[in-house]
């Protein structure tokens, strides 16, 4: 711009929803998994390091002639380890937690990820109680005839 000149900007702000459209979202990446369980038994396990080697994740190591387990929650639960195991019964055992899991959610930038979180919980709970009222609306069977 040369001196002197100047720019007229006019702009609206809007609030609007991800549910109406994806311009609105705060959220880039939001996924769940289940809390994953190892268990290494020793007295099982001979320190072959087979398992070690296929874990896709890296979250196995040999340590005093056993094998470890470090940073569990890496652990992508596909138990390569446990097919690599040559003994029987197996030394060991991948699961998962059937009351916990892991929650990944990544902001666009637009909102803290913590205020996304709970804005999400108390439109749940909103929903939570407009269904609640919709069943209480419900007449019970054999009332009114």
């Known amino acids: 711009m040369s001196s002197g000149q100047r720019i ?6 809007r609030l609007g929803r991800g549910k109406k459209h994806a311009k609105w979202q705060p959220v880039s990446l939001c996924i769940y998994k289940n809390y994953p369980r190892v268990k290494v038994y020793d007295e099982r396990c001979d320190g072959c390091g087979d398992c070690v080697e296929v874990c896709p994740e890296k979250i196995l190591h040999i340590e005093d002639g056993k094998v470890r387990v470090e940073d569990v929650e890496e ?4 138990s390569d380890c446990v097919k690599a195991c040559r003994k029987e019964p197996k030394a060991i055992e991948v699961s998962w937690d059937k009351n916990s899991f892991i929650l990944t959610l ?3 930038g637009v909102l803290d990820p913590k205020r ?14 407009s269904f609640i009222r919709c069943l209480e609306e419900i007449e ?5 005839g």
């Open 140 to 144: 019970e069977p054999g009332e009114n």
């Open 75 to 78: 652990c992508s639960l596909c």
């Open 106 to 108: 990544e902001s666009t």
């Open 116 to 129: 996304i979180f709970l804005e999400a919980i108390n439109i749940f709970n909103k929903k939570a109680e």
């Open 8 to 13: 007229r900007l006019e702009a609206y702000a």
